[in-house]
C-alpha cells in the first residue's frame, strides 16, 4: 500500500526558510504529490502540487528528487502565520480505483 | 471562506444511530470529496464523487455511504453509529475530476455518545 512518511514536528526561526521533508517511495510515474496545510481543526488549505517538475507559486516551492521517491515542501520566508500541520498527500491508483493517502503531517511551529 | 458549505456544524447523537451530513461545493466545481479526521487516525480520504459519479474511494466503512444529486451537493451518511465514529468531517471541491487544486469547507463534528 502508498503510504507517505513525515516528521512530526519542526521549528523554524520566522523570516527564516522552512524546509518540510515528506517520503513517498512507493509512488509510481504518474501520481501526483500535494501539500495542504491546516490551522488548528479548520479546514486544510491546499498549498502547491507537482508531478515530476520542481513547481513555486506565491506560497512556496516544492522540490520532488528525481527519483520521485521524497519531496521538500519550501516555505521561503516563513511568518507566525505559516504556524500549522503540514500535510504531505499522495494520489495513488490501487485496487481499481484512485486514493489520496495522507501522512501523518508535520507540525511547524514558526518562532519569533 | 472556501465557498464550500457543510452542514450542520455540530452533530451529536447516540451509537447505533444514522446521521447525514451535507455538503455543498464552490460553484462550478464538479468533484465533492469527503475526509474524515479522528484523533487516532489523522486524515483519511474516504470517497470522491465527479459530477454524479463515484471517481475515487478510500477506506471508506461499509456502513457509510454518499451520493452527489444532479444539482452537485453532496450528502455523506453514516449508520450504525459507533462511538469510533466520532471525528471531524470535512468536504471538499475541485473543478476538475481529481488533480486540481481542493478547497475544504468548515467541517461537521461528530459526536457519537
Known amino acids: 500500500d502508498a503510504k507517505t512518511t513525515q516528521p512530526p514536528s519542526m521549528d523554524c526561526a520566522e523570516g527564516r526558510a522552512a524546509n518540510l521533508p515528506c517520503n513517498h517511495s512507493t509512488i509510481s510515474g504518474n501520481e501526483y504529490v500535494y501539500w495542504y496545510r491546516q490551522i488548528h481543526s479548520q479546514g486544510p488549505q491546499y498549498i502547491i502540487h507537482g508531478l515530476k517538475n520542481n513547481e513555486t507559486n506565491e506560497m512556496a516551492s516544492l522540490i520532488i528528487t528525481e527519483d520521485r521517491k521524497s519531496s521538500t515542501l519550501i516555505l521561503p520566508h516563513a511568518t507566525l502565520r505559516d504556524t500549522a500541520v503540514y500535510y504531505c498527500?499522495?494520489?495513488?491508483?490501487?485496487?481499481?480505483?484512485?486514493?489520496?493517502?495522507f501522512g501523518t503531517g508535520t507540525r511547524l511551529k514558526v518562532l519569533a | 471562506d472556501s465557498g464550500v458549505t457543510q452542514t450542520p456544524k455540530h452533530l451529536i447523537t447516540a451509537t447505533g444511530q444514522r446521521v447525514t451530513l451535507r455538503c455543498s461545493p464552490r460553484s462550478g466545481d464538479l468533484s465533492v470529496y469527503w475526509y474524515q479526521q479522528s484523533l487516532d487516525q489523522g486524515l483519511q480520504f474516504l470517497i470522491q464523487y465527479y459530477n454524479g459519479e463515484e471517481r475515487a474511494k478510500g477506506n471508506i466503512l461499509e456502513r457509510f455511504s454518499a451520493q452527489q444529486f444532479p444539482d452537485l451537493h453532496s450528502e455523506l451518511n453514516l449508520s450504525s453509529l459507533e462511538l469510533g465514529d466520532s471525528a471531524l468531517y470535512f468536504c471538499?471541491?475541485?473543478?476538475?475530476?481529481?488533480?486540481?487544486?481542493?478547497?475544504f469547507g468548515p467541517g461537521t463534528r461528530l459526536t457519537v455518545l
Open positions: 498527500i499522495v494520489r495513488v491508483w490501487e485496487s481499481g480505483t484512485y486514493k489520496y493517502i
Open positions: 471538499a471541491s475541485s473543478d476538475g475530476a481529481g488533480d486540481n487544486e481542493q478547497f
